[in-house]
């Protein structure tokens, strides 16, 4: 699994006690009003810094969520405290025996040897780094102890080269799992152990020999390393290219549009999904993905079973239904604690729709100063990319005030925090469904809706055998003349998104037989898109937005009216009232499960 980033990089500095802010709610006694309006004011201080999005991964796949001192109680004691330092862990039996394992793996792996250190050359630090892994049911699954290379003082060039290394979108995984649902396919899911000490290094780099373990006689002695650990630039690019080459052997080839979904096409075809050292296999006969397994097996040393976790994500299968769920209920509950809001009073949308946001100036930077906006909005956005379209919109007005924060903004946020965290049980669901694997497209857009720039607002939405595996809320690039001009450019940047998403499924042999039905409520629109109508008032448009023309023309979309009170994608461009939210939300797929 994942690992988290050495403490010397990346980390954002921690608020003082005197600027830590309290971002418990009031009690349920208070009013709704109440609870928006109440002051930013010291009651439970928030001294840790967020969860990367690497440790939420870990936490949905039943792992604590890390912090500065040590791991947030689960009611295990000391058990589940992960130490900060070589020093205190190796005061305790299970943290000294973890560090034995991850030691033992790298020698018997021959991850470095030990030489003297070449005139001009330094040696890379390393550290430790700790995680209490936890089963589904909050019970201690294992300790884990990692070897950390302190990748951030390495020198480009000397190294380290390239370092790019892809990971499966979440477009491309909800797409495969809701047809493995529909097809009532096998889903496994696998973890390579040690993944990254499995790939050869091409670079020449050196490090210190890790705490507690440096070899007696050796100690000026420096490790070179000959596989990657983890830490390195590289080291996730090299073990991408490693693994894929292992499931090229396999007959697996990536899709052009996702490199990390491959397909195998001989029968029974097996579709995998990659994220780093996790996958998801899909195929219809059970010993098939045995098979493999033990390939991989051969070469790796990985663990398998039936899909409950993946890439932060809960799955919940009804094979008899043919229907499969997707949730962040665990990940959102602890977002929710981390910032002190688990007992919020519960609010039934995300935004107010009567609040408009304008440009702020600097007279409320002092007041800001360590109020945890950016963590808070960092936290969400893994659940926004995950299952929650319905704080998309939020979420996009929210982040753009990052930087300079106001008062009124920490409100807006927190009361998103209350909505995701009283709706944390909500689920996407796919299936069961009649027509299966066919594309259903909803577009929309707000005309002038930045009261800054009146740039209009874009919002998508593409479902697939009756749940949501695409959707964005986004700016406009340029301001839109006409409600008309609007449409079509929004209809233009979804466009995009159809065809990689058409290109995606017939790369993993569902290819689309007719063309996509264009939802939209817009007849100007419509017509724009079939003949370059309205030449007086459109001839100004930029030429990158007529694109979806050109997919119209090829054959590969239809636009078809719809009316404005059925259209899906309004949720993703302005904020509704509970009634009309409510109903989009559920009609997309986002439910209580089991309702």
Known sequence: MGLQQPEDQGKSREPTSAESIAVTDAAPAQSEETVEDEDVEATEEVTEDVMSLQDALECESGGSIPSNGGSISMSHGD????????QEASKTKHWQLAMDEEFRAHMENQTWKLVDLPSGRKAIRCKWVYKTKLKADGRIARHKARLVAKGFSQVAGIDYNETYSPVVRF???????SIAAAEDMEITQFDVKTAFIKSELDETIYMEQPEGYVAKGKEDMVCLLQRAIYGLKQSSRVWNLKFTELLQEYQLEPTTADPCVFLRKVEPKIIITIFVDDGLVCCRDRKTIEDMMCYLNKRLEVTFGNAEYYVGLQIIRDRKERSLCLSQTRYIQEVARRFGMIDSRPTSTPMDPNVHFGAIGDGEKERMQGVPYQEAIGSLMWAMMGTRFDIEYSMSMLA???????HEHWLAVKRLIRYVNCTAKYVV?????????????????????DVDTRRSRSGYVFML???????????QPSVATSTTEAEYIASCTAAKELVWLQRLLAGIDFEQTSPTVLNIDNNGAIRLIHNPEFHKRTKHVGVQFHYVREVQEAGELTPVYLSTTQQLADILTKALPADRFSRLRSQIGLNLLNT
């Open 79 to 86: 058990m589940t405290r992960e130490p900060v330092d070589y």
């Open 171 to 177: 477009e491309s995984m909800r797409t495969v799992m």
């Open 400 to 406: 753009k005030y990052n930087s300079n924060p106001s």
């Open 429 to 449: 669901r796919f299936g069961p469904v009649n027509s299966q694997h066919t594309l259903v497209w909803y577009c929309d857009s707000d005309y002038a809706a």
């Open 465 to 475: 055998n009756g749940g949501p595996i695409a959707w964005s809320s986004q700016r």
